[in-house]
């Protein structure tokens, strides 16, 4: 599918709804994907409702594609519902460990991936957000997630009121490997990483933010190691609060 080429992230959207039926249509294209035994072990919260969205932005980091999109997607792994199938059905449900909560992430996250595709067949830009894992607690509460609902991820839906151009990507070789994993030695990183690192735009953001390297761009600005300490040990935390036993 050519689609799946001209995938590029959105982060300006017009004033313009998504009609119910079509929203329901890529929500149920979602519900088409692959998952664990069959379970469908996720849930999505759909926000449209402007003073709602206003309430999750900061959460999002106020980013303001949040408040601009017409439809903000929160997508849940949820072992809720099995589990209450199951306790209903006098079955002894054991779900609420890391094995399940690591299936219930796949299955949100090919759900969510079916959704996106979706959406842009139909004309539609998507951006993902990653800021759902670093406030999953807070996401929790404002959308008032029972136990065993974990938001995973979340996608702002829209009419594109850009077009960017297409983002990078490593080289094919970086990510395949042909049966086993063949690791790789200092010359072939520095091959893999060559072109990311030449583009204009790499050198802008480490001239920008005073570094040496892109890689220094990632460790020390984007995406910091006291940082990912912190959220890790919060998301931790909270997946416990959520039932999980890990």
Same mark, same amino acid.
């Given at each position: !599918? ?8 959105? %982060? ?13 249509? /890529? /929500? ?36 303001? !594609?949040? +408040? ?6 929160? /997508? ?6 099995? +589990?209450?199938?199951?306790?209903? %059905?006098?079955?002894?449900?054991? =779900?609420? +460990? ?19 595709? &979706? ?21 929790? &509460? ?7 609902? *974990?938001? /995973?991820?979340?996608? *702002? *839906? ?10 990078? %990507? ?8 042909? &049966? ?42 984007? =995406? ?20 999980? +036993?890990?």
């Amino acid at each position: !599918m050519e689609l799946l080429f001209q995938h590029r992230s959105i %982060r300006q959207y017009k004033d313009e709804p998504i009609p119910k039926k079509l929203l329901n249509q /890529i /929500i149920e294209a979602g519900t088409r994907a692959s998952n664990t035994g069959n379970m469908q072990l996720y849930s999505v919260v759909a926000t449209r409702d402007a003073v709602k969205k206003a309430q999750l932005a900061p959460l999002h980091f106020n980013q303001p !594609m949040v +408040n601009q999109a017409p439809v903000l997607l929160t /997508i849940c792994a949820d072992i809720n519902l099995f +589990n209450q199938w199951c306790g209903q %059905r006098q079955a002894d449900a054991g =779900y609420n +460990n890391l094995l399940w909560l690591m299936n219930a992430t796949i299955d949100a996250s090919l759900f969510a991936q079916n959704i996106c595709v &979706e959406a842009e067949s139909h004309g539609l830009g998507i951006c993902y957000l990653g800021t759902a894992l670093y406030n999953a607690k807070e996401f929790i &509460e404002a959308l008032e997630l029972p136990k065993g609902v *974990v938001p /995973i991820t979340a996608v *702002v *839906v829209g009419y594109p009121d850009q077009n960017p151009p297409l983002t990078e %990507r490593l080289p094919l070789e970086a990510v395949m490997h042909d &049966e086993t994993y063949a690791d790789f030695n200092k010359e072939r990183v520095e091959q893999l990483f060559a072109e990311k690192e030449s583009l204009a735009s790499s050198k802008q953001f480490v001239a920008e933010n005073q570094k040496e390297n892109l890689a220094q761009v990632f460790t020390d600005v984007r =995406y910091k190691k006291q940082d990912n300490e912190f959220f890790s040990a919060k998301l931790l935390d909270t997946l416990r609060e959520q039932g999980f +036993n890990l």
